[in-house]
């Protein structure tokens, strides 16, 4: 039902509403029943549904263990530990690696860092010599970086 005027006429508002006979409207669209039945066979389906994939997983697995080639005789007689360990070549920190990554990092810190602390020649007939970094960047900040010579350019 359309408010605007029509034609320049007062929408009329205090009159009853009105009434189609032929348009009906029926109480009871969706039924209760027919919900649950549908929710009754989501959950079957569900359920038949997880037990099929726990039966296929239990074939496959099964297929899987029956195919598997066994370890070759060789690692059989090394013993039960070496059949634990990953095969070589063997990263470092896996089980059967001799050396700890830790213990790695923090030795080449440590060489590092005396590096860097170092103080010696490195060339003493050019005169070239290593002090400790911090010393360096001291001695830069009171001094400054020399100027760059430009290089020279021929001129044709």
Known sequence: MSTE???GAEP???GPEQVNADVAFEERDVKAST?????IALAVCVVLTYAVSIYILRATVSMATNSDTPPPPVRTEMGADYQDLPPEPRLQGMPGHPH???LDRRLKLETDRGAIEKTGWIDQNTGVAQIPIEDAMRILAEKGLPDASAPAVKKK
Do not use: G
Not at 35 to 39: K, W
């Open 5 to 7: 005027n029509v034609h």
């Open 12 to 14: 009329t508002s205090t």
């Open 35 to 39: 919900i649950y039945r549908y929710l």
């Open 100 to 102: 700890d990554p830790q």
